[in-house]
């Protein structure tokens, strides 16, 4: 089964950075594209950021251009989202998944992790 584990997490204060990481298991990673998502308390699910296995290729949403990084690790099955200048904005708990198509459109069902909190103080 398709199983993706989230860490990293915690509080930061603003301008501050974390890394994220998501562990995969259960399948080829290379099948799937790892899209990261995030959900603030009375706010739907949100796109963050998107990888593809076969050339590397990222996709970030406009509210976090220029300050998050999402990388990859094959031989770990792992993937990263570093994310850097932190606004509070940015809290939310963060999942991610595997997907298809260059911004993660189509996820994979019940690919989710259990996912990540991020809290960001002013």
């Known amino acids: 089964e398709v199983q993706l584990v989230e860490s990293g997490g915690g509080l930061v204060q603003a301008g501050g950075s974390l890394r994220l990481s998501c562990a995969a298991s259960?399948?080829?990673?290379?099948?799937?594209?790892i899209g990261w998502f995030r959900q603030a308390p009375g706010k739907e699910r949100e796109g963050v950021s998107c990888i593809s296995s076969f050339d590397g290729s990222t996709y970030y949403a406009d509210s976090v251009k220029g300050r998050f990084t999402i990388s990859s690790d094959a031989a770990k099955n792992t993937v990263y989202l570093q994310m850097n200048s932190l606004k509070p904005e940015d809290t939310a708990v963060y999942y991610c998944?595997?997907?298809?198509?260059?911004?993660?459109?189509?996820?994979?069902?019940?690919?989710w992790g259990q996912g990540t909190q991020v809290t960001v103080s002013s």
């Open positions: 259960g399948f080829t990673f290379d099948d799937y594209a």
């Open positions: 998944a595997a997907a298809y198509g260059s911004r993660c459109q189509v996820v994979v069902s019940d690919s």
